[in-house]
């Protein structure tokens, strides 16, 4: 008996050895390619006002694009085969306002943008039988034939009055009407969380552009909004079923064009582990040049939102590439996070490596900081990661917290949640904040958010965090995943069979 203890306090001791060492190692290991020089040279051009905000799109966002392809190819990080210059097309459309949308039946006459509201689509002249399809769920477009038709649906799903939930229904409707061969999709709609003036303003308003991605055939697919406050329309096509109906669009013009997603990889170390993925991913474009603040500056250079992410993702393809963990590293940086995540969308839907040999995403994005004595991790308490990102954060004298200010609804607001839908657990390390406050706002998204006003000793801590907490994931005896009653645990379990 006595023996036996011994051998397994003996076992006990020497495994703690081996891996403090190993925790040792990858720390001394971060710390050798770690440089605040180099961090402030990145930022400093990344953030420089001949890029331009780096806008989606722009000549200067394919400049930082191309800057960044060059720093991995100076690393030694390899290019995928599909990519061999390091930059993934993402097909993408600038679409102008329309002058008019135009939608009659039954003698009614709808005008924009008091009645209606273009989702989708360009000029058209439609004269097509129109007909009804209850809330257009999979069931309703395999019941009723929409072929040739406009397909008349309601909002929503008839349950939730989320609008952010009412616009991913409206995107998978759009694509099944599209799939089923409809001409045009119309929905009635009637919110009143989200009522139609303000509505109005968020789709009509602002600037004469809007930039999305072009999915499919990249043919242009109608797509109108009516209002229906009092239900009136519906309780008509509810009745009458099938109607003639016209649609005029005038004034939308659509032009095509590719931005790019940056992408290369670094092979693991380990025979075994090397099969699967960890992503280090961020955005690298920002919202361009805009109104001109109180000093006259109109440029804004997002050098926290989101040079800092992009180049601790570059801050670990140097490091990894040079030392290389078990698992193999994925390093993505995106194009028009800005126009509503876009990059993220195209790469996760066309990912040169299988999603499910990507077993974590470790995103970067910011906005700005108001504690230099933390880092946040948004989704910090979500996956079992955490051991290894509190860890990474403590030796660099920092403290790992949560999102503070879970009002805004961070973690589904960055590209990490594209990852997390298809399952892949995906947090997003932040610049330290612990709430969203007016030292926050004094840059987030402002002219003012320049490279020269970083506290670039705070820099060095905070990228040695990443870094460090990216070799200890890469690293790690066990693959993380997200913890039992996630939101995105269910979608976990069946990307990866589990
Ligand atoms: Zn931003």
Not at 67 to 81: D, E
């Amino acid at each position: 008996m006595q023996k036996f203890y011994t051998t397994v306090i003996f076992t006990m001791i020497s495994q703690m050895v081996a891996l403090t060492t190993i925790a040792q190692n990858d720390k001394k290991l971060t710390d050798a390619t770690l440089s605040k020089n180099k961090i402030e040279a990145h930022l400093r051009f990344l953030a420089s006002d001949e890029l331009r905000g780096r806008n989606t799109p722009s000549p200067e966002q394919v400049i930082a694009a191309k800057y960044l392809a060059t720093q991995l190819r100076s690393y030694g990080v390899k290019p995928l085969p599909q990519y061999p210059n390091y930059l993934q097309p993402v097909k993408m459309k600038k679409k102008s306002k329309p002058k008019e949308v135009n939608l009659s039946y039954a003698s009614k006459q709808f005008k924009f943008i008091k009645n209606t509201l273009l989702l989708d689509g360009a000029n058209a002249d439609l004269n097509q039988e129109a007909v009804f399809i209850n809330h257009g769920t999979k069931a309703d477009f395999d019941k009723i034939n929409v072929k040739g038709k406009i397909a008349i649906a309601l909002c929503g799903d008839g349950q939730t009055n989320s609008a952010q939930k009412w616009f991913r229904f409206s995107n998978e409707k759009r694509a099944l009407a599209r799939e089923k061969g409809a001409v045009a999709l119309v929905e009635l709609y009637r919110n009143q969380q989200l009522p139609w003036s303000v509505l109005v303003r968020y789709l009509a308003g602002g600037s004469s552009t809007s930039v999305s991605l072009s999915e499919g055939n990249g043919k242009p697919f109608t797509h109108v909004w009516l209002n229906d406050p009092k239900f009136q329309e519906a309780d008509f096509w509810k009745k009458s079923k099938s109607q003639k109906a016209q649609i005029q669009i005038t004034g939308s013009n659509i032009q095509q064009f590719d931005t790019y997603n940056v992408v290369g990889y670094v092979e693991g170390s380990d025979a075994k582990l090397k099969n699967e993925y960890v992503a280090y991913s961020a955005h690298y474009d920002h919202v361009g040049v805009g109104k001109a603040n109180a000093k006259g500056d109109s440029i804004y250079n997002g050098a926290r939102d989101n040079a800092v992410g992009t180049v601790t993702v570059l801050g670990a393809a140097e490091n990894l590439a040079k030392y290389p963990t078990k698992r193999s590293a994925l390093f993505v940086m995106f194009t028009g996070e800005e126009k509503g995540l876009l990059g993220s969308r195209w790469y996760v839907n066309h990912s040169p490596i299988a999603l499910d040999k990507i077993v974590y995403c470790f995103n970067s994005d910011n906005g700005g900081y108001n504690d230099t004595k933390v880092a946040t991790i948004v989704g910090l308490g979500r996956t079992t990661a955490d051991v290894y990102i509190k860890k990474a954060c403590k030796a660099y004298g920092l403290e790992a917290i949560d999102d503070p200010a879970k009002e805004q609804g961070l973690f589904d607001r960055s590209d990490n949640v594209n990852f997390a839908r298809k399952g892949i657990p995906a947090p997003t390390y932040s610049l330290g904040f612990r709430a969203f406050d007016a030292e926050i706002m004094k840059y987030y998204h402002q002219a003012s958010d320049q490279a020269d006003n970083l506290d670039y000793n705070y820099l060095y801590k905070f990228f040695g965090s990443y870094i460090y907490s990216c070799r200890l994931i890469g690293n790690a005896a066990t693959r993380p995943f997200w913890k039992k009653g996630d939101k995105y645990y269910e979608a976990g379990k069946k990307l990866y069979k589990k």
